[in-house]
């Protein structure tokens, strides 16, 4: 073929870290097959839908089966009992919004990728370490990249530098990889530097749910955050939705830049290369929010932090210095033994059969970190501190 | 904000197609709230799903509500047994295809928008008349097009011409809105023409099922076309699936341009900016194309082509000339009396309460035409004919 191809994807690394994962933990399992392998890596949830999400589900599979309750295309930006619901759970935080700013999509993954397609050419922040789609989603288009760099000098919060200008920037609180969560007074900081430079905020909260200390959910709890950021969500890891898809992105009216609103672009956006939510799974994040269906997300949340725990208690007894744990699912540990993360990825696979993720494929600055997460099971949980505790 | 932001945007027109024509539906019901609208514009489905897809549907929802058969995150491009299913769907007419090549997705528009990310700057080629989405997302991204004109001296079919150049081809067969179809020599000559010129043809056959006569169902059917062309296709329009969402689009192993393969490009871009459908909507697919459920899928179809002959009785006892309503769920008709499109819009939403799609919304070669589709109620679609015999 004689085409032009996009060839900034030669510029992108040869393989996605979770694939990368993926392919050594196969690579060990094949080659040891009556090892138990215990999965702390990938950060996806294990405990099933909730009893009213199956329900709401159950219940529009039955709608669909009939003509008269049956529903075609759906509203691209999201059916507005969904909206609402979410509006209602802003507003349990203090954050009003209005329907049009809230819209419905297949996750967060799509929603902070397919936000590049709004901008031009800007300089673009991105925290290191941090979840790999906001650097490779820019990378694929071309853009100029600045690191934001993390460590245990700032908290692994990364603040305004005196010799950051004008661009886009992406801020995760709470954090994935390190756990660590924004305070109100630093989200304050940040939105005043966004709207004295002209900036965006791509403001990832997909953990809010996991916060319990009193730390902001939404950007939009902060002063003046409205005419500087982009917030998006998601029900995966608030009610387990990594295999029902589903998420939230609020794009506020009062986003203007060069005569365009952001609001209508994404509007624009999503309507022109976007079809909507299944009804089905749109029904199940409703109930995920009604009263019974969040007391039930809040359970499931609990009991993965009790999974965080104990993780954090064997890292204590054991000396090993680590973040996070407190206020989101994640726990950022430093490598015992001067080890790097591959190197600390092997040992725990190969030795103690303990999948987790290596801190160097959020960045450079992960070096030498390392990712559990407090997504097993209880008893899988149990069994790796164990393992950790006698071999470690 | 000071921010770059994708000025393309001013280049959109006001509104995508469908939202004017809800705007004008909404304006004409609220001021006349006794009149019965019959809506036979957007190309929306009516029936409900099958039996064997809700089946499936309502026991994948119970394997979610249980920690053992729970399933988190899906593969990016599709779990194993849709694609297997796919693969057999292919193999019914002839084309073999490795699991690879076949990439699950929400949505044959979202996929027919998002191969524009994996382009560099091409000259691209667009039917016109042709479904909105080739056109708006290539205007975001600032492409350079060239329109197709299809009329009825070429049967609505553009072939190549000599002033064709290296390219990307959008074609649609059976078409959208027209209801033409290619022939396979039509096909043939399209796909030598690509290799010729080392062009990429994009090819949307989210129409394919509706297919009575010996047309290609598949552009892979004819030799060479996997050195030269995607295929993008849907359960949307095939197993009523508007509202749930389930697309596919195939790209062989042998697509290469400057020494990218476009295949594991779009592997790329799935696993970076897209996060898998919903294991519910996975399971209804593949309960569509099962023996019993593909049974379903064409009776529904055949509900609909019985709608499509009661409009073309109609519409030939009234001498009006159409094409389409054979291989395809739609009739484009010229518009009678002289009427442009939107004036025959106004005129049978006014008199005839009745909702069909302007012709010059799928670009200038529409002008004067008009199109009517097939997948209103049995009931509503008689009406609509009772009312066109009597008053137009």
Redesign the interface.
């Known amino acids: 073929?004689?085409?032009?191809?996009?060839?900034h994807?030669?510029d992108?690394q040869e393989s996605?870290l979770f694939?990368e994962i993926g392919r050594r933990v196969r690579a060990y399992a094949d080659a040891h097959p009556d090892k138990k392998i215990i999965r702390l890596g990938?950060g996806?949830?294990?405990?099933?839908?909730s009893?009213p999400v199956?329900r709401a589900?159950?219940k529009a599979?039955?709608e669909?089966?009939?003509?008269s309750s049956?529903?075609?295309?759906?509203p691209e930006n999201g059916y507005a009992f969904l909206r609402e619901a979410i509006a209602r759970h802003y507003a349990s935080f203090g954050v009003t919004l209005s329907l049009d700013e809230i819209f419905v999509s297949?996750?967060a993954?799509?929603d902070i990728?397919?936000l590049t397609?709004?901008?031009?050419?800007?300089r673009i922040y991105i925290p290191d370490p941090v979840y790999p789609?906001y650097l490779?989603?820019n990378i694929?288009c071309g853009r100029r990249i600045t690191f934001m760099p993390a460590h245990e000098e700032n908290g692994f919060l990364p603040m305004p530098a005196s010799d950051y200008t004008?661009?886009?920037f992406y801020l995760c609180s709470p954090n994935n990889p390190t756990g660590a969560v924004y305070s109100r007074s630093q989200l304050k900081e940040w939105v005043d530097f966004a709207n004295r430079?002209?900036?965006?905020l791509l403001f990832d909260a997909a953990y809010e749910a996991f916060i319990s200390g009193d730390y902001p959910h939404s950007i939009f709890e902060i002063d003046g955050a409205r005419?500087?950021a982009i917030e998006i969500c998601s029900f995966s890891k608030t009610a387990?939705f990594?295999?029902?898809?589903c998420g939230y992105t609020v794009v506020p009216d009062l986003?203007?830049?060069?005569?365009?609103s952001?609001n209508h672009?994404w509007y624009?956006?999503q309507?022109?290369?976007?079809?909507?939510?299944?009804?089905?799974?749109q029904r199940g994040a409703e109930a995920a929010l009604s009263p019974e269906g969040f007391a039930a997300c809040l359970e499931n949340i609990s009991y993965y932090m009790g999974n965080a725990r104990r993780i954090k208690e064997l890292l204590l007894a054991k000396g090993i210095r680590f973040t996070g744990g407190d206020n989101a699912p994640y726990i950022w540990l430093r490598c015992p033994g001067g080890r790097n993360s591959w190197e600390f990825f092997d040992y725990l696979l190969e030795e103690l059969q303990i999948v987790g993720t290596p801190g160097a494929g959020f960045g450079s600055c992960g070096e030498g970190y390392f990712r559990l997460t407090a997504f097993g099971?209880r008893e899988n949980t149990e069994e790796a501190v164990r393992r950790l505790r006698e071999k470690l």
Do not use: W
């Not at 996806?44 to 839908?49: F, G, K, R, S």
């Open positions: 073929m004689k085409i032009e191809v996009n060839t994807y030669k992108l996605y694939s990938i996806d949830v294990t405990l099933p839908l009893a199956t589900m159950q599979c039955a669909q089966a009939d003509a049956f529903h075609g295309y759906a297949d996750g993954k799509s990728a397919n397609d709004l901008l031009g050419d800007n789609v490779d989603s694929m004008t661009g886009v430079t002209g900036s965006l005419t500087c387990g990594t295999g029902t898809r986003l203007v830049s060069d005569g365009l952001l672009m624009r956006r309507s022109t290369k976007f079809n909507g939510v299944s009804y089905v799974v099971s």
